[in-house]
C-alpha cells in the first residue's frame, strides 16, 4: 500500500540522503504537486530535521530557500515537506567533465555569496557548505541557486543580546573536511568567515576540477581530517 505522510503526500522513489534522514519524492494526493520528503527517525539519537524545519521556517520568503509545505512527526519518524528543487551544482560539475567556465564560477559565486549573507542576516551560520548543498531550481526558476540541508546550521548571534558567540577552541570538525575552513580544522568556534573561507574552496573546485588536498588516504577519518588539515594550511595561495 501506498504511504501518506502528513494527510496528503503520497511517497514514491527515494532521491537522496542529506546530513541527517532520506529524501523522496512525494505526490500531493489532491492537486498531484509534486514535492520532496525528507524523512528522519526520531527515535534517533540526535535528531536534526524539526531543528531544520525551524531553520527553514525562519528564512521563509529568502530568494532561493525552499518553501515548506509541511512538518511534523508521522508514526515513529520526523517529516519535513518542501519544494522539489533541480540538480545540485555537483551533479552538473560532474555533468560538465568536472569543469566550469569562469563566467559560469562567477554567476554561480554571485548567487552563493549572496545566499550565504541572507542566511548570515538571520543570525545563522549554515557549516557545511558544499557543492551538494547548493541546488538550482525548476521550471521558471531554473537558473535560480537555492541553498539547502541546515542540519548543522547554528545561531553566531545570542538571540537576546545579539552578541556574537564567544571564541572557542578544541572544537570538532563540523562540515565536510575537504571545504572546511583552516580555523574549522584547528578546532576553533565558526563563525561569519568560516562559510565564507569555504565557499571559496567550492569556486577554486569548480574552476581548477579538483583541490590539492583531494584524494589523500590514511587508515582512519581522523589521520585523513589531519592530512587535509595540514595539506591545506601548507598550501600557498599562488598553488590554489
Request: glycine residues 8%; proline residues 2%; positive net charge.
Amino acid at each position: 500500500m501506498d504511504r501518506i505522510v502528513g494527510s496528503k503526500y503520497k511517497l514514491g522513489r527515494k532521491i537522496g540522503s542529506g546530513s541527517f534522514g532520506e529524501i523522496y519524492l512525494a505526490t500531493h494526493v489532491d492537486t498531484y504537486e509534486i514535492v520532496a520528503v525528507k524523512i528522519e527517525n526520531s527515535k534517533t539519537n540526535h535528531p536534526q530535521l524539526l531543528y531544520e524545519a525551524k531553520l527553514y521556517n525562519a528564512l521563509q520568503g529568502g530568494t532561493g530557500i525552499a518553501n515548506i509545505k509541511w512538518c511534523g512527526i508521522d508514526g515513529e519518524e520526523n517529516v519535513l515537506v518542501i519544494d522539489l528543487l533541480g540538480p545540485s551544482l555537483e551533479d552538473l560539475f560532474v555533468y560538465c567533465g568536472r569543469r566550469f567556465s569562469l563566467k559560469t564560477v562567477l554567476m554561480l559565486a554571485d548567487q552563493m555569496i549572496t545566499r550565504i549573507e541572507f542566511l548570515h542576516s538571520k543570525g545563522y551560520l549554515h557549516r557545511d557548505i558544499k557543492p551538494d548543498n547548493f541546488l538550482m531550481g525548476l521550471g521558471r526558476k531554473a537558473n535560480q541557486v537555492y541553498i539547502i540541508d541546515f542540519g548543522l546550521a547554528k545561531r553566531y548571534r545570542d538571540s537576546t543580546t545579539n552578541r556574537h558567540i564567544p571564541y572557542r577552541e578544541n572544537k570538532n570538525l563540523t562540515g565536510t573536511a575537504r571545504y572546511a575552513s583552516c580555523n574549522t580544522h584547528l578546532g576553533i568556534e565558526q563563525s561569519r568567515r568560516d562559510d565564507l573561507e569555504s565557499i571559496g574552496y567550492v569556486l577554486l573546485y569548480f574552476l581548477r576540477g579538483s583541490l590539492p588536498w583531494q584524494g589523500l588516504k590514511a587508515a582512519t577519518k581522523k589521520q585523513k581530517y589531519d592530512k587535509i588539515s595540514e595539506k591545506k594550511l601548507s598550501t600557498p595561495i599562488e598553488v590554489v
